[in-house]
């Protein structure tokens, strides 16, 4: 091959690695990237389970110009020191040794992230979780450590174990018997997504974890991708249920990312909770629930069983909703 040939060939070939690689480029980027938003569907909150006075506080910061991700962390407040609420926060059910351990994260518009684990004797574990993003080079503290910089930001310690739920307690310890219950036991989070007036997203998730569960159990709410993830280009989502079923699946992320190539909030939620359907075909005794948000704000909501619902805080209207769940007829 003389020299010009070669030439030739090379810049062809250059040509080829250039387009191949901006083809590439274009297929990475989301395909609802360019999506026209819609300013009629946000500001909006939307959170797992029956939760209204936790979206009415997160839709008021927002009202009083709040950003998205202080609307999650005042909305998931009101939950955590809800004595009515014993799955998160004071009150929250103890592990089978009687001790009330809190797991929690958030995440905001700009990919940052912030997670506790493991936590005992704080009552605003989603608080601490948001220090931990803001005030330290670290994304998770775990145990004692999450605990003494809790401390060290201002936060009190209190006993999270009240009387009523060491009433419960004592009862179960007589049969010690772990048995998830499906949408009780398992109610054990509190998931919320915020969007604000200029389409920016947040969420968060915060909770006790499963009830009577081994000491030192965590589950998937304060571990990003699984209980919740957020990408402000695309949507955010965020589960409650068993999150060892939720982790198996990297649940949160996979809806985004479904999200991400096109699919419908809606549709994401139902693929997700189908993925976790077919490994286990045979196995009907846990719940597991997802709700989502594009950047259009729409809305997506499944579960595998009927009785989980969301709370939507959307247009003025703070409204409990009942979706779809794998289940039906099956």
Same mark, same amino acid.
């Given at each position: 091959?003389?020299?010009?040939?070669?030439?030739?060939?090379?810049?062809?070939?250059?040509?080829?690695?250039?387009?191949?690689?901006?083809?590439?480029?274009?297929?990475?980027?989301?395909?609802?990237?360019?999506?026209?938003?819609?300013?009629?569907?946000?500001?909006?909150?939307?959170?797992?389970?029956?939760?209204?006075?936790?979206?009415?506080?997160?839709?008021?910061?927002?009202?009083?110009?709040?950003?998205?991700?202080?609307?999650?962390?005042?909305?998931?407040?009101?939950?955590?020191?809800?004595?009515?609420?014993?799955?998160?926060?004071?009150?929250?059910?103890?592990?089978?040794?009687?001790?009330?351990?809190?797991?929690?994260?958030?995440?905001?518009?700009? $990919?940052?992230?912030? =997670?506790?684990?493991?936590?005992?004797?704080?009552?605003?574990?989603?608080?601490?979780?948001?220090?931990?993003?803001?005030?330290?080079?670290?994304?998770?503290?775990?145990?004692?450590?999450?605990?003494?910089?809790?401390?060290?930001?201002?936060?009190?310690?209190?006993?999270?174990?009240?009387?009523?739920?060491?009433?419960?307690?004592?009862?179960?310890?007589?049969?010690?018997?772990?048995?998830?219950?499906?949408?009780?036991?398992?109610?054990?989070?509190?998931?919320?997504?915020?969007?604000?007036?200029?389409?920016?997203?947040?969420?968060?998730?915060?909770? =006790?974890?499963?009830?009577?569960?081994?000491?030192?159990?965590?589950?998937?709410?304060?571990?990003?991708?699984?209980?919740?993830?957020?990408?402000?280009?695309? $949507?955010?989502?965020?589960?409650?249920?068993?999150?060892?079923?939720?982790?198996?699946?990297?649940?949160?992320?996979?809806?985004?990312?479904?999200?991400?190539?096109?699919?419908?909030?809606?549709?994401?939620?139902?693929?997700?909770?189908?993925?976790?359907?077919?490994?286990?075909?045979?196995?009907?005794?846990?719940?597991?629930?997802?709700?989502?948000?594009?950047?259009?704000?729409?809305?997506?909501?499944?579960?595998?069983?009927?009785?989980?619902?969301?709370?939507?805080?959307?247009?003025?209207?703070?409204?409990?909703?009942?979706?779809?769940?794998?289940?039906? $007829?099956?």
């Amino acid at each position: 091959m003389n020299r010009r040939k070669f030439l030739q060939n090379t810049a062809l070939s250059g040509l080829g690695l250039s387009v191949g690689a901006t083809a590439l480029a274009n297929d990475l980027k989301p395909d609802n990237q360019n999506m026209d938003m819609n300013p009629d569907n946000y500001p909006l909150v939307i959170a797992t389970w029956h939760v209204p006075n936790a979206t009415k506080k997160a839709w008021e910061t927002l009202e009083n110009g709040g950003s998205a991700l202080d609307a999650v962390e005042k909305g998931c407040n009101a939950e955590e020191e809800d004595l009515a609420n014993n799955s998160v926060g004071y009150g929250g059910r103890p592990d089978r040794d009687g001790h009330v351990t809190l797991d929690a994260c958030l995440m905001d518009d700009k $990919g940052n992230y912030g =997670s506790v684990v493991f936590m005992q004797n704080i009552v605003h574990a989603i608080s601490v979780a948001r220090k931990v993003m803001e005030e330290t080079p670290h994304v998770l503290l775990a145990g004692k450590g999450a605990e003494e910089f809790a401390v060290s930001q201002g936060f009190k310690r209190m006993n999270l174990l009240t009387d009523s739920a060491k009433k419960d307690w004592e009862e179960w310890k007589i049969k010690s018997e772990y048995k998830p219950i499906i949408n009780i036991e398992n109610h054990d989070t509190i998931g919320m997504l915020a969007m604000d007036k200029d389409g920016n997203l947040s969420g968060g998730c915060t909770t =006790s974890g499963l009830a009577y569960k081994m000491h030192g159990r965590v589950g998937d709410s304060p571990i990003i991708g699984s209980g919740l993830f957020v990408d402000n280009e695309v $949507g955010a989502a965020t589960a409650t249920g068993l999150g060892e079923e939720v982790l198996k699946t990297v649940g949160s992320f996979l809806i985004v990312e479904l999200m991400r190539q096109g699919r419908s909030p809606q549709q994401a939620c139902e693929e997700a909770v189908n993925r976790i359907m077919k490994k286990q075909p045979n196995r009907q005794d846990f719940q597991v629930g997802y709700i989502a948000v594009n950047k259009k704000g729409e809305i997506g909501a499944y579960s595998i069983h009927k009785g989980f619902s969301y709370q939507l805080y959307q247009n003025g209207k703070n409204e409990n909703i009942k979706p779809g769940f794998y289940l039906d $007829g099956k």
